[in-house]
């Protein structure tokens, strides 16, 4: 079935009646147009059975009206263009797939054709122009919701993780991070590695002096540890969740070396999925957001103030340490001291 595209403009009378606006909407209906033709029949003359006359002079025939001009398409200058409504996608990936730019001449239909071109790229939901009588276009976009499913995959030189029961090292961590949407503004990611924690997490520790949690750590001779140094010195961390952390990276495992082969440095495999192909965007940001409301509203356990969807932590921490800066301990601070001199700067 060959799509086609829905256009409406939108007319300002204090514009003179332009176009202030394009919006198009896609739609894959084979349309159909029937053209209703009167037929006139005209009556036949009778016989004339008097004499034949001499005809009178036929009266001049009427000047036929000239037909009204057909006026020219108002030309304009892009002046500037701004995107709206991006979450995921780059401004400059949106723009890249129509033909405006700055300082260029532009027609209603141009506008038409670059709306035309943004929803065929099956990125976007819906797309509006506005400013098209000033020439400062904004191009106002909804995006279609997709799951982004990555597995960050190993390096077969890195054998951090014992396998479950084992005394020693033989894979990566392997981590997995999933994101999909809750709204239109808001994403939940959960990414985390298959071993019992990541090992920026363990230089954390190890640069503050303190102990691991318990379950964490092995040293060489396969055991248990708290001591972050065991792992630096010969020995490994543990899967996450016993077997099922394990299953996860074994199968991350066979994904990154076994699927993909001998990375440079790593692998990765990264799977994209366009909601829309399974479900009506505004039937699934309903049930997202229900199920959303009813994570907030769950009664926290003992030692908890509340509970929180995954990635809500990291957003939240995201925007204290924004507007408030990052807290370091004092070794933290005395590790980045050889950074001053390095790069120049000064750590306050």
């Known amino acids: 079935m060959q799509a086609a595209w829905l256009t409406a403009g939108y007319f300002d009378s204090d514009w003179g009646g332009m176009v202030t606006a394009i919006k198009a909407t896609k739609i894959g209906a084979r349309a159909t147009a029937t053209l209703l033709a009167g037929t006139m029949l005209s009556g036949m003359a009778a016989a004339q059975t008097a004499p034949q006359t001499a005809p009178a002079a036929a009266p001049p025939a009427a000047q036929a009206a000239p037909a009204p001009a057909v006026p020219a398409p108002v030309t304009r200058t892009i002046k500037s263009i701004r995107v709206q409504g991006s979450q995921r996608i780059e401004s400059e990936t949106v723009m890249s797939y129509t033909r405006l730019r700055v300082g260029d001449a532009y027609t209603n239909e141009t506008i038409d054709q670059a709306i035309k071109d943004l929803l065929a790229s099956e990125l976007l939901a819906d797309v509006t122009i506005e400013g098209v009588e000033t020439g400062d276009l904004v191009i106002r976009i909804?995006?279609?919701?997709?799951?982004?499913?990555?597995?960050?995959?190993?390096?077969?030189?890195?054998?951090?993780?014992?396998?479950?029961?084992?005394?020693?090292?033989?894979?990566?961590?392997?981590?997995?991070?999933?994101?999909?949407?809750?709204?239109?503004?808001?994403?939940?990611?959960?990414?985390?590695?298959?071993?019992?924690?990541?090992?920026?997490?363990?230089?954390?520790?190890?640069?503050?002096?303190?102990?691991?949690?318990?379950?964490?750590?092995?040293?060489?001779?396969?055991?248990?540890?708290?001591?972050?140094?065991?792992?630096?010195?010969?020995?490994?961390?543990?899967?996450?969740?016993?077997?099922?952390?394990?299953?996860?990276?074994?199968?991350?495992?066979?994904?990154?070396?076994?699927?993909?082969?001998?990375?440079?440095?790593?692998?990765?495999?990264?799977?994209?999925?366009?909601?829309?192909?399974?479900?009506?965007?505004?039937?699934?940001?309903?049930?997202?957001?229900?199920?959303?409301?009813?994570?907030?509203?769950?009664?926290?356990?003992?030692?908890?103030?509340?509970?929180?969807?995954?990635?809500?932590?990291?957003?939240?921490?995201?925007?204290?340490?924004?507007?408030?800066?990052?807290?370091?301990?004092?070794?933290?601070?005395?590790?980045?001291?050889?950074?001053?001199?390095?790069?120049?700067?000064?750590?306050?």
């Open 142 to 348: 909804r995006e279609n919701p997709v799951i982004n499913r990555v597995i960050y995959e190993g390096n077969k030189r890195l054998k951090e993780v014992a396998p479950y029961g084992g005394r020693k090292g033989v894979f990566d961590t392997n981590p997995y991070a999933f994101s999909m949407p809750l709204d239109t503004q808001q994403t939940t990611t959960s990414d985390f590695a298959t071993s019992a924690t990541a090992q920026g997490k363990l230089l954390v520790f190890r640069t503050n002096h303190a102990p691991v949690p318990d379950g964490w750590l092995i040293d060489k001779h396969g055991r248990p540890t708290t001591n972050v140094d065991d792992f630096y010195e010969g020995g490994a961390m543990l899967p996450s969740a016993g077997t099922k952390g394990y299953g996860m990276g074994f199968m991350a495992e066979l994904f990154g070396d076994a699927v993909l082969g001998t990375p440079h440095e790593l692998n990765w495999f990264i799977v994209a999925v366009d909601l829309k192909r399974f479900v009506d965007p505004g039937d699934y940001f309903q049930a997202a957001n229900h199920l959303k409301q009813e994570i907030e509203q769950c009664p926290p356990a003992d030692g908890f103030e509340r509970v929180m969807w995954p990635g809500q932590p990291e957003i939240e921490r995201l925007e204290h340490q924004s507007a408030e800066g990052i807290d370091y301990s004092e070794d933290e601070l005395r590790s980045l001291a050889g950074l001053e001199a390095r790069f120049s700067m000064k750590l306050n």
